[in-house]
């Protein structure tokens, strides 16, 4: 298969997550070595940023999170390209070497532009259009398996897992729309079986997750 042209420069961990990314992008990728940013890789990431726009790639754990996070506050307005954690799995180890040419791929076509919002952080309050009542409304939080369907939706949207403050804070930093929250939610099989009925008996797909039980 043709590998994926990408213009923009991609940001990943290590060497062997740039080998993996190689063999399905025509593409500049940059390796960060670590989660210790140098101040001089740092101007230079600022520097990529403004003039060829940046693809952060990180490792869906963590640290991976942790370091888009740290790349995002300094780089607002760059890419993200998230794959599930379900499928970087190797070798008893997480991250984007362990994962297959065709969920980088997808990961690749699936790419979220982050915008300002308010300079909201994960742990501050929000002022997008979702809220922690959308959350709770579909059982992201609150709920038994509450962790388990947040990590499935955010597969669906290509946002990756989050805590519920994570979560909501990429639902609407990541420009997720009305419309693809509500073909999220229905492709997770999250429905009322009546209007008025508490979260925790909504049926879904989110038991067909493997990983064990995630705690907030």
């Known amino acids: 298969m043709e590998r994926l042209k990408i213009e923009e420069i991609i940001v990943v961990e290590g060497i062997h997550d740039k080998q993996a990314v190689l063999r399905v992008a025509d593409a500049d990728i940059w390796v960060l070595g670590g989660d ?9 990431l600022t520097r990529a940023a403004s003039k060829r726009g940046l693809i952060i790639m990180t490792d869906p754990d963590g640290p991976g999170e942790r370091i888009r996070r ?3 506050a300094v780089l607002p307005g760059s890419q993200h390209a998230f ?8 070798d008893g180890a997480v991250g984007i070497e362990h994962a297959s040419d065709d969920a980088i791929r997808a990961a690749l076509k699936q790419v ?6 308010s300079n909201a952080a994960p742990s501050t309050a929000f002022a997008g259009q979702f809220t922690t009542a959308d959350l709770v409304d579909a059982g992201l939080v609150g709920s038994t398996d509450a962790a ?4 499935l ?3 669906i949207l290509g946002i990756g897992y989050g805590n519920a403050k994570a979560f909501l804070y990429k639902l609407n930093a990541l ?5 693809e929250w509500e073909h999220a939610l229905a492709t997770a099989g999250l429905q009322r079986s009546s209007v ?7 049926k879904s797909k989110s038991a067909s997750v493997k990983e064990g039980p995630r705690h907030e």
């Open 196 to 202: 008025g009925e508490s979260p925790s008996i909504w």
């Open 112 to 117: 979220k532009r982050s915008r300002p919002i």
């Open 148 to 151: 388990n369907r947040r990590q």
């Open 153 to 155: 939706v955010g597969e």
């Open 83 to 90: 794959v599930a954690k379900s499928k970087a799995l190797g």
């Open 175 to 179: 420009g997720v729309e009305r419309a």
């Open 70 to 72: 740290r790349l995002e």
């Open 36 to 44: 210790r940013i140098s101040h001089r890789l740092m101007a230079e």
